[in-house]
């Protein structure tokens, strides 16, 4: 069918990011991790020690899109963005997560 074609030939990308700004305390890991799971996107996310919210995200090309144009301008209810670098972007064979998770420890 179309659809698995269309699926068969979109490309896998991964990239990290950094978000800058009022982003912890903010619920921002939370949404993020429900936005990466409605997007069906892979990886992780945390708080920095230096006050960021940093993480891995891998899925389809189109999502992935999507995903960092949520992180640059959208963010929890609560957040305030300030910056947002995308660092690293690859092209991927296949995913390196089974799911999106977020960590309660600071890295």
Do not use: H
């Not at 990290?16 to 997007?39: D, H, I, N, P, S």
């Not at 144009?69 to 660092?87: A, D, R, V, Y």
């Amino acid at each position: 069918t179309l659809q698995t074609n269309t699926l068969a030939m979109s490309k896998l990308k991964g990239f990290g990011f950094e978000v800058f700004g009022k982003v912890q305390g903010v619920y921002f890991r939370q949404y993020t991790c429900e936005t990466a799971e409605k997007l069906g996107i892979v990886g992780w996310v945390a708080n920095s020690k230096r006050g960021t919210v940093v993480g891995i995200a891998q899925g389809q090309e189109n999502e992935i899109e999507k995903f960092k144009k949520w992180l640059k301008e959208e963010g929890s209810p609560l957040s305030k963005i300030e910056q947002t670098n995308i660092e690293k972007e690859t092209d991927l064979e296949k995913l390196e997560f089974d799911k999106f998770t977020y960590m309660a420890a600071y890295v």
